[in-house]
């Protein structure tokens, strides 16, 4: 079986929830760590997205962006998590991924300590396998929270993520599966707070089921996304992060070196102008609550702020 072949059968087989995300920033052309190479993106750029809401418009509002600066684009959505991604961008079965910051260098190198976002782009540029690059980051930003009920705050106590240690052996942590073993999510919490739950469920990435079970009362904690609606509409509790545990998380483009030419960094580098958190999650709640197409949903972003 040939490494294409095998590729396309991990793509079919990833129901496997997405990738932890991560969280203002300049971006500009300069400063980042980034590199002008002798890429091309004559030939088009395939762009691929984890399976959850957010890096599915990122990944078409990309798609927007560099069709409108007359660059041939293909999505390939709901690819999985980060363990099958990197792969398929260093193997040339896609080339452009919306990424995190923080999340991404922890993915690359677990013992990373920079959390300011200038720091993580020069320290991203040194852990990126050779053949990749990160491009200028932009304003939005999207980081993992740990949530909790107004209730389950007030039961036990909880408002940071130390307190957690408090409650040890009895609490229910829900989230994706790949977050029982990452520095953020159970790892984490266990060797900077001391934490260690009951039991861990695996679910989605702030997702219905991960949602639904914190509601239930199914999960104690619930791993999430600061854009995620629900935690404002819920009066849910996001536990504060005293130590730092979570690094900053803009949104970054990471990009196989074949495809980055000044069209394909040009066009990004606008949207990363003009992207904020704030319209980025109205953006997730136009999808998740309103259920449009992520793909109408950035196309229509995109014309009203000129990007298309």
């Known amino acids: 079986?040939?490494?294409?072949?095998?590729?396309?059968?991990?793509?079919?087989?990833?129901?496997?929830?997405?990738?932890?995300?991560?969280?203002?920033?300049?971006?500009?052309?300069?400063?980042?760590?980034?590199?002008?190479?002798?890429?091309?993106?004559?030939?088009?750029?395939?762009?691929?997205?984890?399976n959850f809401t957010e890096n599915q418009v990122l990944g078409y509002l990309y798609a927007a962006v560099l069709t409108a600066a007359g660059v041939r684009t293909n999505v390939r959505p709901n690819l999985g998590t980060r363990e099958i991604l990197i792969p398929a961008i260093k193997g040339g079965d896609i080339d452009l991924l919306p990424e995190y910051q923080g999340a991404l260098l922890h993915y690359l190198?677990?013992?990373?300590?920079?959390?300011?976002?200038?720091?993580?782009?020069?320290?991203?540029?040194?852990?990126?396998?050779?053949?990749?690059?990160?491009?200028?980051?932009?304003m939005a930003e999207d980081s993992d929270a740990f949530v909790v009920t107004r209730e389950?705050?007030?039961?036990?106590?909880?408002?940071?993520?130390?307190d957690l240690k408090k409650q040890n052996g009895k609490l229910v942590i829900g989230a994706a599966p790949e977050v029982k073993k990452r520095q953020v999510g159970v790892v984490g919490l266990k060797d900077v707070y001391g934490v260690e739950f009951k039991e861990f469920k695996s679910l989605d990435s702030s997702g219905p089921l991960v949602k639904g079970a914190l509601k239930k009362g199914d999960v104690d904690v619930a791993n999430l996304f600061t854009t995620d609606t629900d935690i404002q509409a819920n009066d849910w509790v996001v536990l504060t992060d005293p130590e730092n545990l979570i690094p900053g998380q803009h949104v970054v483009p990471l990009i196989a070196d074949r495809k980055a030419d000044s069209a394909v960094r040009k066009a990004l580098a606008r949207l990363g102008n003009v992207l904020t958190t704030a319209q980025l999650t109205e953006l997730n709640r136009q999808v998740d609550k309103d259920k449009k197409d992520p793909e109408d949903v950035a196309n229509a972003y995109a014309k009203q702020h000129g990007l298309a």
Not at 156 to 161: E, N, V
């Open 1 to 50: 079986m040939n490494r294409r072949t095998l590729l396309g059968g991990l793509f079919a087989a990833a129901s496997v929830p997405a990738l932890s995300a991560c969280a203002s920033g300049i971006t500009t052309l300069d400063n980042q760590g980034t590199t002008s190479g002798g890429g091309s993106s004559k030939g088009g750029v395939t762009i691929g997205t984890a």
């Open 109 to 138: 190198d677990p013992k990373a300590t920079a959390t300011e976002e200038g720091e993580m782009q020069n320290a991203l540029t040194v852990a990126l396998p050779a053949g990749l690059q990160v491009l200028p980051y932009g």
């Open 152 to 162: 389950t705050a007030k039961k036990y106590g909880l408002a940071s993520l130390a």
